[in-house]
Nanobody, 122 residues
Framework: QVQLVESGGGLVQAGGSLRLSCAAS????????MGWFRQAPGKEREFVAA????????FYADSVKGRFTISRDNAKNTVYLQMNSLKSEDTAVYYC???????????????WGQGTQVTVSS
């Protein structure tokens, strides 16, 4: 099992920034592609960003491209999501996910965190 714990969520005004962190258990963090997803009440979980296991490739949903940045620090077993220029439509529970090796842009990930709430006030 891989255990993921998100942190860094909170309340922020529109235009502000937040940095989410996802700490992973185990010694093989570098073997996993990582993704961030989000889900608002009554809506489907949607892809936000992903990063390959070597950090050589990153991917973003069109709605966040240019505003969000995903990164990883394999030495710290941690993946980050830097969120800038936040909008009210970014309000959701954000989930960290891990998938063995190959990165995908769907919800086909093997492990999920519990989520962290991000609320952006207008």
């Amino acid at each position: 099992q891989v255990q993921l714990v998100e942190s860094g969520g909170g309340l922020v005004q529109a235009g502000g920034s937040l940095r989410l962190s996802c700490a992973a258990s185990g010694r093989t963090f570098s073997s996993y592609a990582m993704g961030w997803f989000r889900q608002a009440p009554g809506k489907e979980r949607e892809f936000v960003a992903a990063i390959s296991l070597s950090a050589g490739s990153t991917f973003y949903a069109d709605s966040v491209k240019g505003r969000f940045t995903i990164s990883r620090d394999n030495a710290k077993n941690t993946v980050y999501l830097q969120m800038n220029s936040l909008k009210s439509e970014d309000t959701a529970v954000y989930y960290c996910a891990a998938r063995n090796f190959r990165v995908v842009l769907t919800t086909e990930y093997d492990y999920w965190g519990q989520g962290t709430q991000v609320t952006v006030s207008s």
